[in-house]
């Protein structure tokens, strides 16, 4: 048993299920078996992959390595968490709110399961043609949940994010249509020279030329999709107007999977060209999506608007590390994908918590929550130490490991430029988060959802600092041989 | 297995005059202020991409590409623009906002970005780069004029007019360069394409819905 098949398998079929049990209490118990399901399965792919490395499944269309099975792992932690959130989340949503969330029943929960199902698979395909796939299959799944809401505002979100997901993914196709041709495999029907492990085993005998325009059509597609500015303009929308719990997954799992892909198309032209080359032009827009968001973090009042703007930051991070090129930023840069995911999910559901029980969107009028809920005042200051990159959250690890390879590296300027925009949005934040926190009560904040709900946030709050403070060996060891992967 | 192209394939006038009917029936839909008129051009152009890849299909005896070429006319073909007509026949299809750049402008645009993509392909791919090298200047040409076509009009359904003729463009390149992609990609790739349209349509209802018509520069109410 490889799971490299159930991975997304299983989340498909629970979505068939849903859709064909109609809702009923029935349909949250499958999404909650399913996205457990999920995350214990990445847990035991990443278990085979450190224990016997590399493994390759379905005709080698699916494949894993250390960064399929760490991408796998940030899908299914969030998956799990947000999934169970979100079953007592949307039923306070359905409750109050008949007239926007007159969905059909099972309607919610198969949409999410198909976007989690293609995530996965977007996570571990070999087969750069299925990964497309899978990508879009999840641009379409989370484009009709983003239109969750009956209003205005949701619409809008929904057709730009469809429209600009969709060109931008038509940019991603001529990418794989291009390396699929540098691989000179045209007369081959098998359609081998799809296949990322052998693009990568054959770089050097690539046509650079073609690899090279490959990377940069890629760099526009699926960093479109990960919300490296300047492609960035549908992400703050769709993320202000989908449901929390969809919020939390398309600003981690989607950031991650999509990055993922990415970097697959970074190993390959790495392998032709050299690293220099394709890790300048993601240095580049990585210190360009971290300058961008600065000044929109610090002006803004909506607390989903400042959470996209900071992933805008962290994707930005991301690849601003991995392009820097040397070991050290590679290793943190994807251990920063990891804690970024949990500090984001954390504040996200945190977030539709307190805005469900506030009845407002605004942070002002969030103020002393720590007064009025000590339980969710404590969770709302671990967001924003995670968020902020301040000790002992493990953000503040992976930024501070980012930079220190930053100024290792060829590219000093970059770091310089990103250490200041880090400095910057780290006084935005704290300013924002302590006076949510600890500014003077104005507002009676009661807590619409069960107590039960606040486990996922607990659980994710304890993992964000744990790793803060200790990285355990397996983890290390799997993040070590995925930066391997990107780079050689 | 290997295909073997015939010498003439890409000197023949059947490849050269279906791409020629390909760009053309692109900026024919760049030139209409009708919503339904746009479709119908996009219906052509469709076809002259399906029939490019039949006599690809036809040249090489490969029955892969001929399967995936039937596939490209039912879905792009046919499935999609009645997609779209059904919703251009609506309310959205009436002549409604002004794009933001008239016919004769945008016609010289799109006249200038066709000869800047052949003179960049050839200098880019050179001549000789594939048996099918015909086709990828018209392909790029026409995602220019496609993606033309997208920003220079407010109505949402000419948006994705746009958008499916850039799709198109990609196929041809992807065709062109390759004789297409393997038959299980290609199924998956037609079919979310399929789906994304499908969805595009449901957002132009419900833009109509909310909105009152089709024209996209109301949709600004969230910022910052």
Request: net charge positive; glycine share 10%.
């Amino acid at each position: 048993m490889t799971w490299l098949l159930p991975l997304p398998l299983v989340p498909a079929l629970a979505a068939l299920a849903c859709v064909l049990l109609r809702g009923g209490r029935a349909t949250s118990a499958v999404l909650l078996a399913a996205v457990a399901a999920c995350a214990a399965m990445a847990v035991a792919l990443a278990g085979r992959v450190l224990a016997g490395g590399e493994i390759l499944a379905a005709g080698d269309w699916l494949h894993a390595d250390a960064l399929s099975a760490l991408v796998a792992l940030v899908i299914g932690t969030i998956a799990l968490a947000s999934g169970w959130y979100g079953t007592h989340y949307m039923a306070v949503v359905v409750a109050h709110e008949r007239e926007d969330g007159r969905w059909a029943p099972g309607r919610y929960e198969a949409l999410f399961l198909g976007l989690v199902a293609s995530l996965m698979l977007a996570a571990v395909a070999n087969n750069l043609g299925l990964m497309w796939i899978a990508i879009e299959g999840g641009t379409l799944c989370s484009a009709l949940l983003v239109g969750y809401y009956r209003r205005p505002g949701a619409v809008e979100a929904g057709w730009k994010y469809l429209l600009l997901g969709s060109v931008a993914i038509s940019l991603a196709l001529f990418a794989t249509v291009l390396l699929y041709y540098s691989a000179g495999r045209a007369s081959d029907e098998s359609g081998r020279g799809l296949l990322w492990t052998v693009l990568r085993a054959d770089g050097a005998a690539l046509d650079p030329r073609f690899v090279k325009l490959a990377f940069i059509f890629a760099l526009v597609g699926y960093g479109a999709k990960a919300g490296l500015a300047p492609m960035h303009s549908w992400l703050p929308d769709a993320y202000t107007q989908a449901p929390t719990p969809v919020a939390a997954l398309m600003s981690t799992g989607f950031l991650a999977a999509s990055l993922g892909a990415l970097l697959r198309f970074h190993a390959v032209t790495a392998a032709c060209v050299g690293e220099a080359w394709s890790g300048g032009l993601l240095a580049l827009f990585g210190v360009l999506s971290i300058v961008m968001a600065v000044p929109f973090l610090l002006v803004q009042g909506e607390y989903k608007r400042l959470l996209a703007y900071s992933s805008i930051e962290n994707a930005g991070l991301v690849a601003l590390a991995v392009g820097l090129g040397t070991p050290l930023a590679a290793f943190a840069g994807l251990f920063h994908l990891c804690t970024q995911a949990l500090a984001k999910s954390l504040a996200f559901m945190v977030g539709g918590t307190l805005g469900r029980g506030h009845g407002s969107r605004r942070m002002d009028h969030w103020s002393g929550v720590l007064a009025s809920s000590p339980a969710m005042g404590t969770l709302l200051i671990g967001a924003g130490l995670g968020l902020a990159g301040l000790p002992p959250a493990a953000t503040f690890a992976s930024e501070w490991l980012t930079l220190a390879g930053g100024f290792a590296s060829a590219h000093r300027s970059h770091a310089l430029v990103a250490l200041v925009a880090v400095g910057i949005v780290f006084m935005g934040l704290a300013f924002h988060f302590s006076r949510m926190a600890m500014g003077a009560k104005r507002d009676r904040f009661v807590d619409p959802l069960p107590p039960i709900a606040r486990a996922p946030l607990w659980l994710l709050f304890a993992a964000l600092f744990v790793l803060g403070v200790w990285l355990p060996a397996p983890l290390r060891a799997l993040i070590e041989q995925a930066a391997r992967v990107v780079h050689p | 297995m290997n295909l073997h192209l015939p010498d003439w394939l890409p000197r023949s006038n059947t490849v050269n005059l279906l791409a020629g009917a390909f760009l053309l029936s692109a900026l024919y839909a760049a030139a209409q202020r009708r919503a339904l008129a746009a479709v119908s051009a996009y219906r052509a152009n469709s076809i002259a991409l399906g029939l490019i890849a039949l006599t690809v299909a036809l040249a090489t005896g490969a029955r892969a590409i001929a399967l995936a070429a039937l596939f490209v006319i039912a879905a792009k073909g046919v499935a999609i623009p009645a997609l779209l007509a059904k919703h251009a026949r609506g309310r959205a299809g009436a002549v409604g906002a002004q794009p933001y750049v008239g016919v004769p402008a945008g016609m010289l645009i799109c006249g200038a970005l066709v000869v800047i993509a052949f003179s960049q392909t050839r200098a880019l791919f050179g001549s000789g780069a594939s048996i099918l090298a015909a086709c990828l200047p018209v392909s790029v040409a026409t995602t220019l004029v496609g993606l033309f076509l997208m920003v220079s009009h407010r109505q949402a359904l000419m948006q994705v007019v746009g958008l499916v003729i850039v799709e198109n463009a990609i196929f041809l390149a992807a065709v062109s360069l390759t004789y297409g992609m393997p038959l299980v990609v290609e199924m998956g790739v037609l079919l979310d394409l399929l789906a994304g349209v499908a969805l595009l349509g449901l957002f132009v209802a419900r833009i109509e819905e909310t909105t009152g018509d089709s024209d996209t520069t109301r949709l600004s109410s969230l910022k910052g």
